[in-house]
């Protein structure tokens, strides 16, 4: 049996209307994401990355085409579905972080499993393993404002972990750190990637996107190329 891609776009279309004026801000994109794969989304500022990532994590649907995900057309389901699938299949990764102030790095990192009904005591075991798998653990009880900003990134990806999601999905996730904080998280990406994890990583960096196999390039929302490569180019040293 050929294995089903986790998630398959096809001539995907999202148009914005405002005030009477329609944005395309993606057009015609087709792709599939197999498990286990990491993907760099490329391309300038304004051509459609994160509306792809919207519609890629469930949080928006194409104007046309279709997005299945693990060969669900998630049109088709109820907004209930979608979300109950979303908590469950999609781990997000912002560059801002997105963590709640007024709660420490292990409640941040369990509140997902809130909405997935597990009870406090689970929640918080699973919260201290995802911590660990990211180097925090000893930062538990730390509140947002005590971290730097590449520890707060540790944290979300905790945070996106904790369900086991299918796929994580990171838009510019070192967009606020400095190169070598950045290229620590981006080790961390490409660990989780050698474990099993299946990323999709949207970047305006160039060195980001050589550290991952696959790349997909956008331009004014149209896709221009895709191209998977056998051999990854050596690293460069985050000084450099
Ligand atoms: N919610 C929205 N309403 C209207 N236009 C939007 C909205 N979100 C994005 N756009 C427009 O769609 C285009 C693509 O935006 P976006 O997907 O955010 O690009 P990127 O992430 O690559 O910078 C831009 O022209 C942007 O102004
Ligand atoms: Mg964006």
Known sequence: MTALPLI????????????????TAVRNVSFDIAQGEIVAVMGPSGSGKSTLMNMIGLLDLPSEGT??????????????????????????????????????????VALPLVYCGINRKERLARAEQSLQAVGMLHRAHHFPRQLSGGEQQRVAIARALIASPLIVLADEPTGALDSRT?????????????????????????????????????????????ETVAELLPRRSAAS
């Open 67 to 108: 997005v299945h995900l693990e060969g669900a057309n998630v049109a088709e389901l109820s907004e209930d579905r979608r979300s109950w699938l979303r908590a469950r299949s999609i781990g997000f990764v912002f560059q801002s972080y997105n963590l709640l102030a007024r709660h420490n790095a292990i409640e941040n």
């Open 182 to 226: 950045g290229a620590e998280i981006l080790a961390l990406f490409a660990a989780l990637n050698r474990s099993g994890q299946t990323i999709v990583m949207i970047t305006h960096d160039p060195s980001i996107a050589t550290q991952c196999r696959r790349t997909i390039r956008l331009h004014d929302g149209e896709l221009v190329s895709d």
């Open 8 to 23: 398959s776009l096809r001539s995907v279309s999202r148009t914005y209307r405002t005030d009477g004026i329609a944005v």
